[in-house]
């Protein structure tokens, strides 16, 4: 396929995709009339409206010149270190704590970026420990655990 | 006067010491926040969230507004000195700011921002607290078929003019509003879209969908760009402007000032549209006008004074009509709801202090911000020097924390991974994520307006376009549709968002 407002076709798929699917969700609920609405009334209009609107989007992408809307270069190691850290810091905070999930995001984040390397990922996990305890559990009084379950008294 | 008396209630309100102090926490985060690119006022409101939770609900939302347009200030002072604007609104003060700071006039262009920045929030002030009460008492009248379409206008409006391509950005509202339904219908008690998880019985979390589609994909793409940041080592003597540069500011503080304030009020009416409008209309009307883009101080002054004013009359649909009209205001509206706060017309009468108190302590907000930048700019230019690949992990962190802080537990964190995901992609297609939580904030509200509104009409959808208001607001709603697909108003759009 051409490279056509590849951008526009692939966002189109996916309202189409998106529409399609919140619309069989809600047809699984019911549907009820206009004046009793049910559960799956106004969400099944939007699915519909959705697809309806990727529709358009798809079929303006395919029939306008190219206008050399490509998508660009994707670096999977860079998006996967960052959201891969936000997981990260999920599964460790409520086991591990505060500290030892900040080390893990970002350790985790310096893997996709060449410009942090272990040493100062390191540090800067210290800094922001501190920093992160200071205001959030001391000054803000925000409950969240900062040490291992196995640690803490 | 009523509006004495109210003013009066208001700063009764903002004035107390505690709430001076969380205006002054606002502000100073905002300009931080503003201070620093790569991290903007929408996702530190969605962090600071939480935090509020524990607050008294003015105090709360003073802190959250007070970082908005804060961040606003803050915006204007890394835009003159390094080039960088900090907020998309301050991307016009690059041009003729850092210039200014080239020629040694770094501190009179920091003033002049400052200054009327001033005088536009002050002015901005009087012109919420005028308007609101007969805004208000026009939205008394309105049934829920009128309901329903204001939120559409307000919607597309919204769309129109702050974002690009028309179809795409409609079906990110859609989707928005979709994803908004997620959770327990309150009418019918049947939980939908759950897949079956329990903690998606409540909804998806707004905190974690504001961080994921605006402050994750922003980090990556940063990380992806690499950019090289310059800076420059500028000696701040001479803070104040001459007085032929005062007196050159004025026309065009006063003219960024109206039409940011007229800006602000529309729907989709935002800092960053304000400020490129004024810098168009400077450029035309100025005496100066071939000085700029080498340092003019009217291109400054006006969009400076222009985004300032927008960022507070941009409060006026939220407060009055209980309608957001941009992002941030959508999260200041989920931020409302939290604190058991239905945003509508009705705030004005239930929570006087409240309405009053919030809009009175912009204007002390404004107040501290003056005081406190100008001789703090060498605090902020140092922070500046901060690497952003120490930045953006610490922006992570702060992300995970205030989502985890929602609902005390991990799967709001899971949520907010999700959405980082899905805002990625969406970026990569082009797709604008303010509209989706734009629509998202509205979706039950819409809901519901719909429901009610077919169930006194019989299931008769005629009552849309029955009641002259609701007729009216669609009609202007596709008009404000249809105008967008003008070859003309397509050039400017086409010219102002690539200026982004």
Not at chain 2, 396 to 419: E, H, K, P, R, W
Request: include cysteine.
């Amino acid at each position: 396929m051409h490279a056509r407002n590849q951008r526009d076709v692939l966002a189109g798929f996916l309202f189409i995709i998106a529409g399609a699917s919140f619309a069989y969700l809600s047809a699984g609920y019911e549907l009820g009339t206009a004046v009793e609405m049910g559960p799956g009334y106004f969400p099944f209009c939007l699915g519909l409206l959705l697809a309806a609107l990727g529709i358009a989007v798809l079929a303006t992408a395919l029939s306008t010149p190219n206008d050399g809307d490509r998508v660009e270069r994707i670096d999977l190691r860079i998006v996967a270190s960052i959201v891969g850290s936000v997981v990260l810091f999920g599964v460790f905070l409520e086991p591990l704590g505060l500290v030892v999930s900040i080390f893990a995001l970002v350790v985790a984040v310096s893997l996709g970026n060449h410009e942090l390397d272990l040493k100062r990922a390191l540090l800067t996990s210290v800094v922001l420990s501190v920093a992160c305890v200071a205001t959030f559990v001391y000054a803000l009084r925000v409950q969240i655990p900062v040490w291992p379950y196995f640690l803490s008294p | 006067m009523d509006l004495i008396s109210n003013l009066a209630l208001g700063f009764s309100n903002s004035l107390t010491l505690e709430n001076i102090l969380y205006a002054f926490v606002g502000c100073t985060f905002g300009t931080l926040i503003g201070v620093l690119p790569g991290i903007g006022a929408l996702a530190t409101i969605a962090m600071l969230l939480p935090v509020t939770f524990g607050l008294p609900p003015i105090s709360g939302l003073i802190m959250l507004a007070g970082i908005y347009y804060g961040a606003q200030y803050g915006g204007s002072i890394s835009a003159i000195l390094v080039n960088l604007p900090g907020e998309t609104s301050s991307v016009v003060t690059t041009i003729d700011g850092h210039q200014m700071a080239r020629r040694g006039q770094a501190g009179p262009a920091l003033a002049a921002a400052a200054l009327a920045s001033f005088f536009a929030g002050t002015v901005a002030t009087l012109v919420i607290a005028t308007f609101a009460a007969p805004l208000a008492s026009i939205a008394f009248e309105f049934g829920p078929a009128e309901n329903f379409s204001l939120m559409v206008v307000g919607l597309i409006g919204a769309v129109v003019l702050a974002s690009g391509p028309l179809l795409k950005a409609v079906a990110m509202i859609v989707l928005g509003l979709l994803l908004g339904l997620v959770g327990t219908d309150i009418n019918t008690g049947v939980a939908r879209f759950d897949m079956r998880i329990p903690e998606l019985a409540e909804g998806l979390d707004v905190v974690a969908l504001a961080m994921g589609l605006f402050a994750i994909p922003e980090i990556i793409v940063n990380l992806e760009k690499r950019e090289v940041r310059e800076s420059i080592r500028v000696r701040l003597r001479n803070l104040w402007p001459s007085g032929t540069q005062l007196r050159r500011m004025v026309p065009s503080v006063l003219r960024g000032t109206t039409l940011g304030s007229l800006l602000g009020i529309l729907p989709g009416g935002a800092a960053s549209v304000a400020s490129f409008a004024s810098y168009t209309l400077e450029k035309q009307t100025s005496r100066y006008r071939e000085e700029f883009g080498k340092g003019a101080i009217e291109g400054v002054a006006g969009p400076e004074a222009a985004n300032n004013a927008a960022a507070q009359t941009t409060f006026i649909p939220l407060l009055t009509l209980g309608l957001p009209s941009n992002a941030v205001m959508a999260l200041m509206m989920g931020a409302m709801i939290v604190h058991n706060i239905q945003p509508s017309p009705l705030v004005m009468t239930k929570e006087p202090a409240l309405f009053w108190g919030l809009i009175t302590s912009m204007w002390v907000g404004n107040l501290i911000l003056v005081i406190l930048n100008l001789p703090l700019v060498g605090v902020w230019v140092q922070l500046l020097k901060v690497q952003y690949k120490y930045l953006s992990p610490a922006i992570l962190v702060f992300c995970c924390i205030g989502a985890y802080t929602v609902g005390t537990t991990s799967f709001d964190i899971y949520q907010t991974a999700v959405f980082g995901v899905m805002g990625y992609v969406l970026l990569k297609l082009g797709c604008e994520p303010a509209p989706l939580l734009l629509g998202f904030v509205l979706g039950p509200m819409m809901e519901e307006s719909f429901r009610r509104a077919l169930l006194i009409s019989r299931g008769n959808y005629v009552t849309f376009v029955d009641s002259p208001i609701s007729l009216a607001l669609l009609a202007i709603a596709a008009v404000l549709a249809l105008t967008v697909a003008l070859p003309a108003i397509k050039r400017v759009r086409k010219t102002a968002f690539s200026e982004e």
